[in-house]
């Protein structure tokens, strides 16, 4: 008998992901920040409908199979693969679309330990157009874009089940995970194109045998997408505010009149000295003391550096609010 499963990553640029002088290139125009995702992806026509359209900047399909006879896996193997996006690239009124340079697949010998089988798999490439900057490591100048990847875990077991993990994956841009059923599952933390723009080739890749971890955080609610939609996207730009890891956004407590939108990094939820939770990108906070007095209701310290736009109560319609507090709540739960 023949199991299946899979796992997806989508890679894409959040508006205001890019930092230093190449964010100059973004807000004239001359190429461009991503739509998010969709919430699910079913289908190999779906895909490639959102390749096809440039909607993600490269994908990593790790597909796989077993056989089992009597209990036993007998024999293992892959499919599925990683694939580029397109590149717009757009100057003085005109566009071009560029493919972008994929790097081959990196796939690990299926492992077998008794009834489950492990496979791992690293998809990437690189932009196509040059990209001169000072790098930190020799030959301490380049002209290659910087390289970008995932590294996808999968492991199928005899009774039909299977479990995923983004084992690794490179600094930026923004990696978005999908399970089997094609459903938004996990998202990469921290997305800092500063460290990628400077480190992320040659031997600093999985390429040349060195990854790197990824911070894997839980999905936000999908009103916590539609409200990031209206606080990045509304008639008022919001302030964008950095945290450095270990500092406090907000302290218990303490007065406040701000709603936040996480854009980057991981957040821990502190209550009377406790941790409770943690919340990563797409997450919406402060709505508690915007409707019950204005007296924070936690600490919100930085697990990573952090990037938070900012936007007042009268950005966002109340009930909105309301229905997102009452699965925010973790005070009340603990």
């Known amino acids: 008998m023949r199991i299946e499963s899979s796992v997806l990553s989508l890679s894409w640029i959040p508006s205001e992901a890019v930092t230093g002088l190449p964010k100059q290139f973004f807000e004239v125009g001359v190429t461009h920040y991503d739509e998010p995702p969709p919430d699910v992806v079913a289908s190999?026509?779906?895909?490639?409908?959102?390749?096809?359209?440039?909607?993600?900047?490269?994908?990593?399909?790790?597909?796989?199979?077993?056989?089992?006879?009597?209990?036993?896996?007998?024999?293992?193997?892959?499919?599925?693969?990683?694939?580029m996006g397109l590149t717009t690239v757009s100057l003085a009124g005109r566009s071009a679309v560029f493919n972008p340079v994929a790097l081959p697949d990196l796939c690990h010998d299926p492992a077998v330990h008794g009834t489950e089988a492990r496979f791992v798999q690293t998809a990437g490439g690189r932009a196509p157009i040059p990209a001169p900057r000072?790098?930190?490591?020799?030959?301490?100048?380049?002209?290659?874009?910087?390289?970008?990847?995932?590294?996808?875990?999968?492991?199928?077991?005899?009774?039909?089940?299977?479990?995923?993990?983004?084992?690794?994956?490179?600094?930026?841009?923004?990696?978005?995970?999908?399970?089997?059923?094609?459903?938004?599952a996990a998202k990469a933390g921290l997305a800092d194109f500063s460290d990628w723009y400077r480190t992320a080739f040659g031997k600093h890749t999985p390429w040349g045998k060195q990854d790197s971890k990824a911070y894997v955080t839980a999905v936000e609610t999908a009103l916590e997408r539609q409200l990031s939609a209206t606080i990045m996207r509304g008639g008022t730009k919001p302030e964008i505010r950095s945290v450095k890891k270990g500092a406090a956004l907000v302290e218990q407590g303490a007065p406040g009149n701000e709603l936040y939108l996480l854009l980057d990094g991981v957040l821990d939820v502190v209550v009377d000295g406790e941790p409770i939770a943690e919340v990563g990108p797409g997450a919406i906070l402060g709505e508690r003391a915007l409707l019950e007095g204005g007296a924070r209701t936690a600490t919100l310290r930085a697990l990573t550096k952090c990037r938070v736009a900012v936007a007042s109560a009268d950005q966002v319609d109340r009930a909105a609010l309301e229905e997102l507090s009452t699965g925010h709540k973790r005070e009340d739960t603990r």
């Open 134 to 184: 000072h790098v930190k490591h020799p030959p301490f100048f380049q002209l290659k874009p910087p390289d970008v990847w995932t590294t996808l875990a999968l492991t199928i077991r005899a009774d039909g089940t299977s479990s995923f993990e983004l084992v690794g994956a490179s600094t930026f841009p923004r990696h978005w995970v999908y399970d089997e059923n094609g459903k938004l």
């Open 44 to 83: 190999t026509e779906e895909l490639e409908a959102l390749r096809s359209s440039g909607r993600f900047r490269f994908a990593n399909r790790l597909q796989a199979w077993i056989e089992v006879q009597d209990g036993k896996i007998i024999d293992a193997g892959y499919s599925g693969g990683g694939s």
